[in-house]
């Protein structure tokens, strides 16, 4: 046996004869004492084979810290993941799904790889930003900008999209067009936030840091998908339980009982429960307030002509060859096909003020209440010139032809010139028309129909054309009589019916000097004349007004629909408040076609619709009143609403009961020890201090009774956290007693003393069972009570 060295004990013979039982953890092979690991295995861990101290195994710590890192991994690439499929309301489910995976899966991979050791040490953190940077390109360009791989304007398109998606998107109607200088945004954002978040987890011992990239992506792609289709409550959902599931894998020791398994199945049951609620509750719990919308911020881009002929100046062409196909159309329910809205006027032509922006096919709705069919067609362009693209009024979706559209009158346009052949989806929300409808309705007063009453005075031309005030003449002889508005928009349009002719032959042209010669000597036209003569007259009345072009249903061929150019026809509409756009039909029948061949040419909508212009055409003044006293009272709003189920406010009140109880349970121990450190005099305070310490050694497992004296709970306080808090604790003690039993009162400056030695105790007390440990006691409703049990001693 080897004599020990002075100061060192004795070596056992079992010590002496077995050189491998050294210090916990370490490795055979003469590897330092601290549990040191070859290099590539964990930091931490003991070393595989290695025997412990005492013939004890050693904890599983290295398969422990493996399993952290890849557990963290997987969900910071699950968050980025959930992060990127926000953008589901940009471009739709299918665009975002394949960039969103790749992007999130890939910058995970490769920083997991680069994590490990080299040569002692991990890589450096610009390594690994420089190699994500080379991968994101490479994978970037097969991915998405593959046809451009050959041509040389490969890194201009990165570029460029790069820098100008955001506003692209925010300049399109949602779901913007699934290009690829769009879709690039989804794929570095999405990319960025797994790249972070690997890194955080990796680099960082911090808990729930490493979420922070993916919830910065997650608002990026909230604000730029505000107000496009579908709901993220699902996605929100599973962040939250993903950030709870990564804030306890990453939580405790690396050798805590259960290990990250154990608390990841833990914190995933619990938060899946609250989601699963929260869930069932979102869509009817009323939610007040519109989000921000960037798109109020981003500058529309200026109007376009999309078509160097006017779809108006096209009409007497069409009319005068009627038999060639333009289009052909497989309907629900056969409607008029519009094609143009015209909306100013300068005195010469009608041309279309619209702001068309790019859509993935999606139009938004008009805003107007009331009732609305839903009509799939089947279009297949024949010879339709120009970009204007056909489809019943409102279109709502478009599929199979890439389009522009505009926000306001949802008329679409095609990128390009149509051709011959090409065939489209297109499903509209018709609106019902009811005479109800009309009743009392006014003319809107916001900016748009402001616009819709302007009749300038020309191009050039210095002063108003003498013709409007002859045109305002006009128009009051003709509605005489009107009761209001609408009554005056339906005697106008009957007005006009019978005032002038149809003529196909006669000569085109709408300007202020046409339109004269129309209702002064001619009194013979087509649609053009009939429905802008109607625009202008209304407008001296006040009523706002556009033109429309458009075509009737088409003739019946083959199971299709087939629309000549013959069957062109144009509109006015006029622009009530809570009805939107109404059409009204001033032109005569054609010669040779029946009341009865119009009115089916028409459809069923636009048959309701003008029955209802007629009838109020044919009210007389004294009718008013009498239909008034006669109409059935409209139901209140409150009784249109179905109530909420009784089980909806019971989850809402669960929910909020939650955090309630959360705050109630980690505010009232702060609260308590907030009196306690200010209360006064000294002695108070001193017992304060006392009963604080108290509830710190709960936490440890120490149960006090009321028989033990302050200095036996010191010892006892001692023996559970340590010989430090024995120190302390003893001193605390000792001013405890001198304040209850001493011929004096304390000083503030024993009072200050006793507080220190509690916040030592606090802190040992923290070192000994760890923070969650001390969190998982707050959260239990016994911390809502005092937990010190040295009744001579209680402050209160």
Same mark, same amino acid.
């Given at each position: 046996?080897?004599?020990?060295?002075?100061?060192?004990?004795?070596?056992?013979?079992?010590?002496?004869?077995a050189?491998?039982?050294?210090?916990?953890?370490?490795?055979?092979?003469?590897?330092?004492?601290?549990?040191a690991?070859?290099?590539?295995?964990?930091?931490t861990?003991? %070393?595989?084979?290695?025997?412990?101290?005492?013939?004890?195994?050693?904890?599983?710590?290295?398969?422990?810290?493996?399993?952290r890192?890849?557990?963290?991994?997987?969900?910071?690439?699950?968050?980025?993941?959930?992060?990127?499929?926000?953008?589901?309301?940009?471009?739709?489910?299918?665009?975002?799904?394949?960039?969103v995976?790749?992007a999130?899966?890939?910058?995970?991979?490769?920083?997991?790889?680069?994590?490990?050791?080299?040569?002692? *040490?991990?890589?450096?953190?610009?390594?690994?930003?420089?190699?994500?940077?080379?991968?994101?390109?490479?994978?970037?360009?097969?991915?998405?900008?593959?046809?451009h791989?050959?041509?040389g304007?490969?890194p201009?398109?990165?570029g460029?999209?790069?820098? +100008? !998606?955001?506003?692209?998107?925010?300049t !399109? @109607?949602?779901?913007?067009?699934a290009?690829?200088?769009?879709?690039?945004?989804v794929?570095?954002?999405?990319?960025?936030?797994?790249?972070?978040?690997?890194?955080?987890?990796?680099?960082?011992?911090?808990?729930v840091? #490493?979420?922070?990239?993916?919830?910065?992506?997650?608002?990026?792609?909230l604000?730029?998908?505000?107000?496009?289709?579908?709901?993220?409550?699902?996605?929100?959902?599973?962040?939250a339980?993903?950030?709870?599931?990564?804030a306890?894998?990453?939580?405790?020791?690396?050798?805590?009982?259960?290990?990250?398994?154990?608390?990841?199945?833990?914190?995933?049951?619990?938060?899946?429960v609250?989601?699963?609620?929260?869930?069932?509750?979102?869509?009817?719990?009323?939610?007040?307030?519109?989000?921000?919308? #960037?798109?109020?911020?981003?500058?529309?881009?200026?109007?376009?002509?999309?078509?160097?002929?006017?779809?108006?100046?096209?009409?007497g062409?069409?009319l005068?060859?009627?038999?060639?196909?333009?289009?052909?159309?497989?309907?629900?329910?056969?409607?008029?096909?519009?094609?143009a809205?015209?909306?100013?006027?300068?005195g010469?032509t009608?041309?279309?003020?619209?702001?068309?922006?790019?859509?993935?096919?999606?139009?938004?709705?008009?805003?107007?209440?009331?009732?609305?069919?839903e009509v799939g067609?089947?279009?297949?362009?024949? +010879?339709?010139?120009?970009?204007?693209?056909?489809?019943?009024?409102?279109?709502?979706?478009?599929?199979?032809?890439?389009?522009?559209?505009?926000?306001?009158?949802? %008329?679409?346009?095609?990128?390009? #010139?149509?051709?011959?052949?090409?065939?489209?989806?297109?499903?509209?929300?018709?609106?019902?028309w009811?005479?109800?409808?009309?009743?009392?309705a006014?003319p809107?007063?916001d900016?748009?129909?402001?616009?819709?009453?302007?009749?300038?005075?020309?191009p050039?031309?210095?002063?108003?054309?003498?013709?409007?005030?002859?045109?305002?003449?006009?128009?009051?002889?003709?509605?005489?009589?009107a009761?209001?508005?609408?009554?005056?928009?339906?005697?106008?349009?009957?007005w006009?019916?019978?005032?002038?002719?149809?003529d196909?032959?006669?000569?085109?042209?709408?300007?202020?000097?046409?339109?004269?010669?129309?209702?002064?000597q001619?009194?013979?036209?087509t649609?053009?004349?009939?429905?802008?003569?109607?625009?202008?007259?209304?407008?001296?009345?006040?009523?706002?007004?556009?033109?429309?072009?458009?075509f009737? *249903?088409?003739r019946?061929?083959a199971g299709l629909?087939?629309?000549?150019?013959?069957?062109?026809v144009?509109?006015?509409?006029?622009?009530?408040?809570?009805?939107?756009?109404?059409?009204?039909?001033?032109?005569?029948?054609?010669?040779?076609?029946?009341?009865?061949?119009?009115?089916?040419?028409?459809?069923e909508?636009?048959q309701?619709?003008?029955? %209802?212009?007629? +009838?109020?055409?044919?009210?007389?003044?004294?009718?008013?009143?009498?239909?008034?006293?006669?109409?059935?009272?409209?139901?209140?709003?409150?009784?249109e609403?179905?109530?909420?189920?009784?089980?909806?406010?019971?989850v809402?009140?669960?929910?909020?009961?939650?955090?309630?109880?959360l705050?109630?349970?980690?505010?009232?121990?702060?609260?308590?020890?907030?009196?306690?450190?200010?209360?006064?005099p000294p002695?108070?305070?001193?017992?304060?201090?006392?009963?604080?310490?108290?509830?710190?050694?709960?936490?440890?497992?120490?149960?006090?009774?009321?028989?033990?004296?302050?200095?036996?709970?010191?010892? @006892?306080?001692?023996? !559970?956290?340590?010989?430090?808090?024995?120190?302390?604790?003893?001193?605390?003690?000792?001013?405890?007693?001198?304040?209850?039993?001493?011929?004096?009162?304390?000083?503030?400056?024993?009072?200050?003393?006793?507080?220190?030695?509690?916040?030592?105790?606090?802190?040992?007390?923290?070192l000994?069972?760890g923070?969650?440990?001390?969190?998982?006691?707050?959260l239990?409703?016994?911390?809502?009570?005092?937990?010190?049990?040295?009744?001579?001693?209680d402050?209160?």
């Amino acid at each position: 046996m080897t004599a020990p060295a002075a100061g060192e004990r004795p070596r056992t013979g079992a010590e002496e004869g077995a050189p491998h039982a050294v210090a916990a953890g370490a490795a055979p092979g003469g590897h330092a004492e601290t549990g040191a690991a070859p290099p590539g295995h964990a930091e931490t861990g003991a %070393a595989a084979g290695g025997h412990a101290k005492g013939d004890a195994a050693a904890p599983p710590v290295k398969a422990t810290g493996l399993a952290r890192r890849c557990f963290s991994l997987a969900i910071t690439a699950g968050l980025a993941a959930v992060a990127g499929l926000v953008f589901h309301r940009v471009f739709g489910w299918a665009a975002v799904v394949p960039p969103v995976a790749v992007a999130a899966v890939v910058p995970t991979l490769l920083a997991g790889l680069l994590s490990g050791p080299r040569a002692g *040490r991990p890589w450096p953190l610009w390594i690994s930003m420089v190699l994500s940077i080379l991968a994101w390109v490479a994978v970037v360009s097969l991915t998405l900008f593959r046809p451009h791989l050959g041509d040389g304007s490969l890194p201009r398109m990165i570029g460029l999209g790069v820098l +100008n !998606s955001s506003k692209a998107i925010l300049t !399109s @109607l949602l779901p913007a067009p699934a290009r690829p200088e769009l879709l690039v945004l989804v794929h570095v954002t999405v990319w960025l936030a797994a790249f972070a978040g690997a890194e955080l987890a990796l680099r960082t011992s911090l808990r729930v840091a #490493p979420c922070l990239p993916a919830l910065a992506a997650f608002g990026v792609a909230l604000a730029l998908g505000v107000g496009g289709p579908g709901s993220n409550t699902p996605l929100v959902v599973a962040a939250a339980v993903l950030i709870a599931a990564l804030a306890l894998v990453r939580s405790g020791p690396e050798g805590s009982a259960g290990g990250p398994l154990g608390r990841l199945t833990m914190g995933v049951a619990s938060t899946a429960v609250l989601g699963a609620l929260t869930v069932l509750a979102a869509s009817h719990v009323p939610v007040s307030g519109d989000p921000y919308d #960037p798109r109020e911020q981003v500058q529309a881009p200026p109007p376009q002509q999309r078509d160097s002929v006017s779809p108006l100046d096209r009409v007497g062409g069409w009319l005068l060859s009627p038999d060639e196909v333009l289009f052909t159309v497989r309907a629900d329910r056969p409607q008029n096909w519009r094609l143009a809205v015209l909306d100013r006027f300068d005195g010469v032509t009608w041309t279309s003020d619209a702001q068309f922006v790019p859509t993935g096919g999606r139009v938004p709705a008009a805003g107007e209440d009331g009732e609305h069919l839903e009509v799939g067609q089947q279009v297949t362009i024949k +010879n339709l010139p120009g970009t204007w693209v056909p489809a019943a009024d409102r279109p709502r979706d478009v599929e199979g032809l890439g389009v522009v559209a505009d926000p306001v009158s949802g %008329a679409l346009a095609a990128a390009r #010139p149509l051709r011959q052949g090409q065939s489209y989806r297109v499903v509209s929300s018709v609106r019902q028309w009811r005479t109800d409808d009309l009743a009392s309705a006014v003319p809107a007063g916001d900016a748009e129909a402001r616009a819709a009453l302007e009749l300038p005075n020309g191009p050039g031309a210095q002063k108003a054309p003498p013709q409007i005030p002859e045109f305002r003449t006009l128009a009051q002889q003709a509605t005489r009589g009107a009761d209001g508005p609408v009554q005056q928009a339906a005697m106008l349009s009957q007005w006009l019916k019978t005032y002038a002719k149809y003529d196909v032959t006669a000569p085109p042209g709408h300007n202020y000097r046409q339109l004269d010669f129309f209702l002064g000597q001619g009194r013979r036209g087509t649609p053009e004349h009939f429905a802008t003569a109607y625009a202008v007259l209304a407008r001296t009345l006040g009523l706002p007004t556009r033109v429309v072009v458009g075509f009737r *249903r088409g003739r019946p061929a083959a199971g299709l629909l087939e629309v000549r150019s013959g069957d062109v026809v144009v509109w006015p509409e006029v622009r009530f408040a809570g009805l939107g756009w109404v059409p009204f039909f001033p032109t005569p029948e054609r010669a040779g076609r029946s009341r009865a061949g119009d009115d089916v040419a028409a459809g069923e909508t636009l048959q309701q619709l003008e029955q %209802a212009q007629r +009838n109020a055409a044919s009210r007389t003044r004294g009718a008013g009143p009498e239909r008034a006293e006669k109409a059935p009272p409209k139901p209140a709003r409150a009784a249109e609403e179905a109530p909420r189920p009784w089980w909806v406010y019971a989850v809402a009140a669960a929910g909020a009961l939650v955090p309630a109880y959360l705050v109630a349970v980690l505010m009232a121990p702060v609260v308590r020890r907030r009196r306690r450190r200010r209360a006064d005099p000294p002695a108070v305070r001193i017992a304060g201090a006392w009963q604080q310490a108290l509830e710190h050694l709960a936490d440890v497992g120490l149960s006090t009774v009321r028989t033990l004296t302050a200095h036996e709970v010191a010892r @006892l306080g001692g023996r !559970s956290v340590g010989d430090d808090a024995r120190g302390h604790l003893g001193s605390l003690a000792e001013l405890v007693d001198r304040a209850r039993f001493a011929d004096g009162p304390p000083d503030p400056g024993s009072a200050d003393q006793a507080w220190r030695h509690c916040d030592e105790v606090d802190r040992l007390v923290t070192l000994r069972v760890g923070r969650t440990r001390r969190l998982r006691r707050r959260l239990h409703p016994r911390s809502l009570r005092r937990r010190g049990h040295a009744g001579t001693y209680d402050s209160s």
